[in-house]
């Protein structure tokens, strides 16, 4: 996106902090994209020639200006249409894991169950039997090495 | 055990148990199976006199702190049983793995998911909770997770 399709007075959107790792928009879940609304005050001349000042336009910021690249900013009536489409299909997503994960700690109440039939005060007694579960947790973004912390 | 099997001679089994998992609180509990047999004791029943419900065990295996001591038959079981309660611990144990190995699939399978909208487990919160709670519910304490 250049300068050119930006003028002064535009609602614009930072998407810095929306970009994933190849350069395309995501949904970012929980994250306050009010924080990255500005205003477009002034498109700067010369070097760096896709320069636009923007005065940010939530409370906290609100007399504050920045300069950005105008790849970095996008029309905030775009972004929005863009985003609420990652965002149903995030949210699609998001109610599958849910099912799944409904699914394993039913198995983990069962379990738990047996293993004090056994005379175990819990199932994370049983460290071989847990392992597969910790290392599937360890790979999806937990530390299972402080859950008995 | 029951009290007509409490016999003078007969081996009995119990197991060391603690109050929290830093070895506190020690005292004498039902006999637990494990790998390497630790915290168990084998005993023999004396005919010393003892107080209702309870019999004298002589401790001959184990790391015990008495030799002999007044123990409640609830707590007791037969030495004889030993291999039988070994067998369901173990047939009971690969259920147990068997279903956490399900369990495992089915994190990794979600876990998968979360990475095709360029998220993970820990950061869907409200699909993990079912999850996380279960844990919470069952042993362990999801409060350190992000120690």
């Known amino acids: 996106m250049s300068k050119k399709t930006f003028k002064v007075g535009d609602q614009v959107v930072l998407i810095a902090d929306f970009m994933g790792p190849n350069d395309k928009l995501q949904y970012i879940n929980y994250a306050a994209i009010e924080d990255n609304y500005c205003t477009v005050v002034e498109l700067l001349p010369g070097s760096p020639e896709t320069s636009v000042k923007v005065k940010w336009g939530v409370q906290d910021y609100w007399h504050s200006q920045d300069t950005f ?81 | 055990m029951k009290k007509s ?14 109050d929290d998992r830093y070895g506190g609180g020690e005292h004498l509990g039902p006999y637990k199976y494990n790998e390497y047999d630790e915290n168990n004791l084998v005993g023999v029943i004396r005919s010393k006199e003892a107080t209702p419900g309870h019999v004298w065990v002589k401790w ?6 008495q030799e002999e ?8 079981m037969l030495e004889s049983d030993r291999a039988q309660i070994e067998k369901d611990f173990k047939q009971v144990s690969k259920e147990i793995k068997d279903k956490m190995k399900e369990a495992a699939k089915i994190v990794n399978e979600a876990g998968k998911l979360a990475r095709s909208v360029h998220s993970t487990l820990q950061e869907m919160y409200d699909a993990t909770n079912p999850l996380v709670d279960a844990m919470d519910n069952n042993g362990w304490h999801s409060s350190s997770w992000n120690c």
């Open chain 1, 69 to 149: 690249d105008a790849s970095k900013l996008m029309h905030r009536k775009e972004f929005e249409q863009k985003y609420s489409k990652l965002e149903t299909a995030y949210k699609e997503v998001e109610a599958q894991v849910k099912d799944k994960l409904k699914e394993a700690g039913k198995l983990i109440k069962e379990s738990n169950k047996m293993a004090k039939k056994l005379g175990l005060e819990s199932l994370n007694e049983m460290y071989d039997a847990i392992d597969p579960l910790y290392q599937a947790m360890d790979a999806c973004g937990w530390r299972t090495s402080s859950f008995s912390c």
């Open chain 2, 5 to 18: 099997d409490a016999k003078p001679g007969t081996k009995v089994i119990a197991s060391i148990c603690f």
């Open chain 2, 60 to 65: 001959i295996e184990g790391d015990f702190d």
């Open chain 2, 69 to 76: 001591e007044e123990v409640d038959l609830k707590i007791l």
